[in-house]
């Protein structure tokens, strides 16, 4: 776990400025902030490791990676600290293999969104492999982007556009809340 200062020391940009008054546009700016980091790690490093940042009202957050961890273990300690902290926001950032809505009214993605269909009943080939950096908060606000990865040739990464989403998944960070 790292505090705000050690956490985001080696970002290459510096981080918005909180908002005490206004948390949740606060944790908005923060999370578009992620976005661009997540994205430029990504293109460096040819990978990202999963990482959840755990903001405070404050703005004060805590970073924690699955290392170490199964995923029962590291789902367990996640909800002990989120709540032992009375997290107001997360930031989640991951690489998952997901349906992209290819086109306005999607009905796969409805279904998806809805909860009446699951990532796993899809096919292996109807999904694609992305950047993800989403984030939630306390009083409901979440918004989520999506980066296509691209592996043009082997040893090579690209990123395509961000796919910007705001549609509610309940069940995202349910239990942290």
């Known amino acids: 776990m790292f505090t705000r200062q050690h956490g ?7 981080a918005p400025d909180w908002d005490g008054s206004d948390p949740s546009a606060s944790m908005r700016r923060t999370a578009e902030w992620f976005v661009e980091e997540a994205r430029a790690t990504f293109l460096k490093d040819g990978t990202h490791q999963e990482r959840f940042l755990l903001f405070q009202r404050d703005g004060n957050v805590s970073v924690i990676g699955q290392e170490g961890l199964d995923r029962a273990q590291f789902a367990a300690a996640l909800k002990q600290q989120a709540r032992a902290e009375k997290v107001f926001g997360i930031v989640h950032i991951v690489i998952i293999r997901a349906y992209i809505p290819r086109k306005p009214n999607d009905h796969t993605w409805i279904q998806l969104t809805s909860g009446e269909m699951r990532m796993p009943d899809l096919k292996h080939e109807d999904k694609t492999e992305n950047l993800l950096v989403h984030y ?24 395509g556009a961000v796919l910007e989403m705001d549609e509610t998944t309940e069940r995202m960070f349910a239990s942290l809340f």
């Open 136 to 159: 939630k908060c306390r009083d409901g606000t979440q918004r989520a982007w999506i980066s296509p990865i691209v592996r043009p040739e082997a040893g090579s990464v690209a990123l």
């Open 8 to 14: 985001l020391a080696r970002m290459s940009r510096k």
